[in-house]
């Protein structure tokens, strides 16, 4: 069936309508319900969302979720865009994606421009500087004038960077640019400090090694990993929710994280929330 699609805006809410249909609001709840497709913005981070550059071809954790919360759910995923993570509140609220299917990390910030859901697995991140770095005893001395903090724009790095170490100074690299580059531009001395994940350092020391270790025991900030969608799709996000619990509670989760993660400690997973069951 060939829908012909409608988008109004009224008092800066979007709506959707199938063709003969009336308006109606949560526009990619309507169009995913109507279609079975459901549009998928992304990021290309490693192990979230990898992309082989010879083929093309994706793979990943979170591709593995989404394309199983598609096959429970009897959608067809589409991943039609890569959006920088700065701007993938303004391509679900345009309606250039159903979702951003991606692994998220939810903050306050992005709360304003984006709903979340459920989590999969929770991401501690940690602070890094160069080996032999002797001026730094702590974690807190980090935020000093001194001091130079690679960062993401429009990233987490970002608001980390604001709000704990707002004395640091920020070292922007573009939206787009891998978190790899985090631990280049620490390396080759462009910055001394970074805080990301255990997963991405570890890849960056298996061709890097002994070039950057990490400062501290304790993580600096522990994030969920979720996937978003619009602010007001509330059914979009139940349906997706009650997918990715399924997923979690069948072991379909934790058989995709066994497949990507062979770093110890480098996430955390999520419990059951349920008890111990004897029979």
Same mark, same amino acid.
């Given at each position: 069936?060939?829908?012909?699609? $409608?988008?109004?805006?009224?008092?800066?809410?979007?709506?959707?309508?199938? #063709?003969?249909?009336?308006?109606? /609001? @949560? *526009?990619?709840?309507?169009?995913?319900?109507?279609?079975?497709?459901?549009? +998928?913005?992304?990021?290309?981070?490693?192990?979230?969302?990898?992309? =082989?550059?010879?083929?093309? #071809?994706?793979?990943?954790?979170?591709?593995?979720?989404?394309?199983?919360?598609? !096959?429970? %759910?009897?959608?067809?995923?589409?991943?039609?865009?890569?959006?920088?993570?700065? @701007?993938?509140?303004?391509?679900?609220?345009?309606?250039?994606?159903?979702?951003? +299917?991606?692994?998220?990390?939810?903050?306050?910030?992005?709360? !304003?421009?984006?709903?979340?859901? &459920?989590?999969?697995?929770?991401?501690?991140?940690?602070?890094?500087?160069?080996?032999?770095?002797?001026?730094?005893?702590?974690?807190?001395?980090?935020?000093?004038?001194?001091?130079?903090?690679?960062? $993401?724009?429009?990233?987490? &790095?970002?608001?980390?960077?604001?709000?704990?170490?707002? @004395?640091?100074? *920020?070292?922007? $690299?573009?939206?787009?640019?891998? *978190?790899?580059?985090?631990?280049?531009? $620490?390396?080759?001395?462009? /910055?001394?400090?970074?805080?990301?994940?255990? %997963?991405?350092?570890?890849?960056?020391? !298996?061709?890097? *090694?002994?070039?950057?270790?990490?400062?501290? &025991?304790?993580?600096?900030?522990?994030?969920?990993?979720?996937?978003?969608?619009?602010?007001?799709?509330?059914?979009?996000?139940?349906?997706?929710?009650?997918?990715? !619990?399924?997923?979690?509670? =069948?072991?379909?989760?934790? &058989?995709?994280?066994?497949?990507?993660?062979?770093?110890?400690?480098?996430?955390?997973?999520?419990?059951?929330?349920?008890?111990?069951?004897?029979?």
């Amino acid at each position: 069936v060939v829908l012909s699609l $409608l988008v109004v805006i009224l008092a800066g809410q979007a709506y959707f309508r199938p #063709e003969g249909g009336a308006v109606v /609001a @949560e *526009p990619a709840y309507a169009r995913v319900s109507q279609t079975n497709v459901l549009r +998928c913005g992304y990021f290309s981070w490693d192990p979230g969302i990898i992309i =082989n550059p010879n083929t093309g #071809e994706m793979s990943g954790i979170f591709y593995d979720y989404v394309m199983a919360l598609g !096959r429970l %759910l009897n959608l067809k995923i589409e991943w039609v865009e890569e959006v920088p993570l700065g @701007e993938f509140p303004a391509a679900l609220s345009h309606q250039r994606i159903d979702a951003f +299917c991606s692994a998220m990390w939810p903050t306050g910030a992005r709360a !304003r421009g984006a709903d979340f859901v &459920t989590p999969i697995y929770y991401l501690p991140l940690y602070a890094y500087v160069r080996a032999g770095e002797k001026r730094f005893a702590s974690v807190a001395e980090l935020n000093q004038p001194t001091v130079r903090m690679a960062i $993401l724009e429009g990233g987490v &790095t970002q608001t980390i960077q604001q709000l704990q170490f707002p @004395e640091a100074d *920020p070292v922007d $690299l573009p939206q787009l640019t891998s *978190p790899a580059e985090l631990f280049v531009t $620490l390396a080759l001395g462009k /910055a001394d400090a970074v805080i990301y994940d255990r %997963l991405t350092q570890a890849k960056f020391a !298996r061709k890097n *090694p002994d070039k950057v270790v990490q400062l501290g &025991t304790d993580p600096v900030r522990v994030f969920p990993n979720v996937m978003a969608v619009a602010i007001g799709e509330d059914k979009l996000r139940r349906l997706l929710d009650h997918g990715t !619990r399924e997923l979690l509670l =069948n072991g379909e989760i934790d &058989t995709i994280l066994k497949r990507y993660i062979d770093v110890p400690n480098a996430v955390l997973p999520v419990t059951a929330g349920y008890g111990s069951v004897t029979r």
